[in-house]
């Protein structure tokens, strides 16, 4: 039984509403309002027509501040953080001495010396905290700090009617700005897939914030929504999750766990000839010798692959969906798996074989399946 050790300001809202705690980070999350398909199907629809909220605040947000704060961020990420100007953030990997992913985080510049890390359930801030020893810098665990995540077309309609300039906010661009009377933090970041924002708030602004979105936004049609329809809206928009896409979860037979970037599609997260980082010299010499790759995979119909479904070549068990989803909105059946390196090209033909053994026809394909161009996540104005 896990211990929950961290507690949402937001709890006892999630509560009223139907929400069952359960862990996840060390935090009681809100994964169901309510279990019903139609729950489900209802909240992704919201947030790819209109907007939902979500309570992320299980996410760790860790400060880094001080002289050496830049010199510990560049040791522990994949980034060059120095190119990071205050006002802007970036997505970037963590690793392990044998160059395999152990965690990711987003990467806030608040200013010259002050940082913030948001990472989820890897070894972030501990590897922050031990790089730190001994340096004129401080790595602060922060759980006052509240983060909520408005996403959706409407979002930035909305936002726009009380915070000035919200429309000239880039993607992964951060405001200082203050929303229904409260000091906030404002990035252009998020986990769906949409033009999103998260909103960082104090603890003891956290409930004001939540119910006055919720009631102002409500003729734009932002309702709240679960936490697990972030799983819905990842899927199709290929935002892996640590570890439920990873070998923690579908382990190796003869191998200890921890996957390469070049197998999980994240050396994007590398910036350009960086070096010195954690990991780095095996992370380059694992190139071209990737044992898997995670990559798409299409289905014929609409019964989506389970959790876990067996990925099937002529037959024979190759590989594994991490998770499957089918979308009314986008007229697709999709998923993202594990699969052999020869499998991941588009066309493959290949077979999804469910727990209760049915089997679908399905091909690989590349991902995203949605916003392909990330045209609408970066859109301007």
Same mark, same amino acid.
């Given at each position: 039984?896990? /211990? ?45 027509t ?16 001080g ?11 994949t ?28 990467? !806030? ?15 972030g %801030? ?21 983060? %909520? ?16 300039g ?8 951060? /405001? ?14 998020? !986990? ?6 998260? /909103? ?21 049609? /932002? ?9 819905l809206?990842?899927?199709?928009? !290929? ?12 382990p ?6 921890g ?16 070096t ?42 190759v ?30 033909e ?16 590349? %991902?995203?399946? !949605? ?11």
């Amino acid at each position: 039984m896990a /211990i929950i050790w961290r507690t949402s300001a937001l709890a006892q809202r999630h509560k009223e509403i139907g929400g069952e705690l359960e862990d996840w980070n060390g935090m009681g999350t809100a994964w169901f309002y309510d279990h019903s398909p139609e729950r489900a199907k209802a909240d992704y629809e919201a947030v790819r027509t209109k907007a939902g909220l979500m309570d992320v605040s299980g996410l760790k947000k860790v400060h880094v501040v001080g002289e050496h704060a830049a010199q510990v961020i560049d040791r522990v990420t994949t980034r060059n953080v120095e190119k990071i100007m205050p006002g802007r953030s970036t997505y970037a990997s963590i690793l392990n001495d044998q160059g395999k992913f152990v965690d990711d985080c987003i990467i !806030y510049r608040l200013s010259v010396n002050s940082w913030l890390i948001v990472h989820g359930t890897g070894t972030g %801030m501990e590897q922050l905290n031990a790089v730190a020893a001994g340096k004129n810098c401080s790595v602060i665990f922060d759980d006052n700090l509240h983060d %909520m995540s408005l996403q959706g077309p409407v979002a930035v309609d909305f936002l726009a009617e009380y915070v000035p300039g919200i429309r000239d906010l880039a993607y992964f661009g951060i /405001i200082q700005t203050k929303l229904f009377g409260c000091p906030v933090m404002i990035s252009r970041t998020g !986990y769906t897939g949409e033009r999103g924002y998260e /909103i960082f708030c104090q603890s003891k602004d956290a409930v004001h914030l939540w119910d006055s979105i919720l009631e102002e936004g409500k003729g734009l049609g /932002i309702v709240p929504v679960q936490f697990s329809t972030l799983d819905l809206l990842r899927t199709e928009s !290929y935002l892996l999750f640590y570890p439920g896409d990873n070998s923690e979860t579908y382990p190796f037979e003869d191998e200890t766990c921890g996957d390469t970037l070049w197998e999980l599609g994240l050396e994007f997260t590398v910036s350009p000839g960086k070096t010195g980082f954690i990991g780095a010299e095996n992370h380059y010499a694992a190139k071209g010798k990737e044992r898997f790759k995670i990559y798409g995979v299409m289905l014929e119909g609409t019964t989506p692959a389970d959790e876990g479904a067996d990925l099937l070549q002529n037959g024979e068990k190759v590989g594994v969906v991490t998770y499957g989803m089918y979308s009314e909105v986008n007229n697709h059946n999709v998923g993202i798996a594990r699969m052999p390196v020869a499998c991941a090209k588009p066309g493959t033909e290949l077979t999804v074989r469910n727990g209760d053994g049915t089997e679908i026809a399905a091909t690989a394909e590349e %991902m995203p399946f !949605y916003d392909k161009d990330k045209s609408i996540r970066t859109a301007k104005g």
